[in-house]
């Protein structure tokens, strides 16, 4: 049957028990499901502004499936079990449907809606017994972690967070202005950030060249000139 028509083809479908229909039992399962008919039909198309819609992120169903069972399994590495609870406070993103059927799939899946007062936030965890929270990382004007960063002590059961960074899904000029503000304002040419760490370093570190005065120019000059040369090159010859 591919429609219904009429009162009498919602009858006659409801006839079927719903245990002979074979229906997965799991939203993983479903999923899993439909990636094996439809690995290449699109599951998830997403971009982060409508006015950036020509730069989509697509994911297949064989992508989808991918990102789910990597989800689950980073739950379980991190001790969720079936009576464990993932809570995320996060807006749409991708990573907001991994998590939830990443989630469902290793534990109890619990969406917290990131526009609650943070008192609310608390009190939902508290009462999910959360084990793992998900939630956003530090974004300029976005201050769902600064809510969280507030409560996080509130939930004794709390044992792991992880941040989500849609820095990721910017580009150009917005991706630069961001890490810029990240580091507060200060634009020390040749600076980047560490977006796990934090700090601040450059192409220099943790190199031979990273205390060093001499101008980066004439290190990739020598570094040049040694490895072209068959038969090595003595300083005299990097001197001039």
Known sequence: MTGFASLADIEAFEMTPLADRKLPATT????QRTAAAHPELPALIFFLQGTAFQHEVTFTFRDFLGKLTQTANMFHALGVGPQDT?????????????????????????????????????????????????????FPKVDVWEKMATIVDEVPSLTTILQVDIAGYLRGFKKLAVNVMRMGGKTQAGMFLCRDCRDKFTCRTGTVMERSHIPLHKWLLALHLMASSKKGISALQLQR
Do not use: D, H, R
Not at 28 to 31: H, L, R, S, V
Not at 114 to 125: G, N, V
């Open 28 to 31: 993983y399962a479903a999923i």
């Open 86 to 138: 993932v809570s995320f406070v996060l807006p749409n993103l991708p990573q907001t449907y991994f998590t939830l059927y990443g989630g469902e799939a290793a534990g109890i899946a619990n969406p917290i809606n990131p526009l609650l007062e943070p008192s609310t936030i608390a009190e939902i965890m508290n009462a999910a017994n959360t084990k793992v929270l998900v939630t956003l990382a530090p």
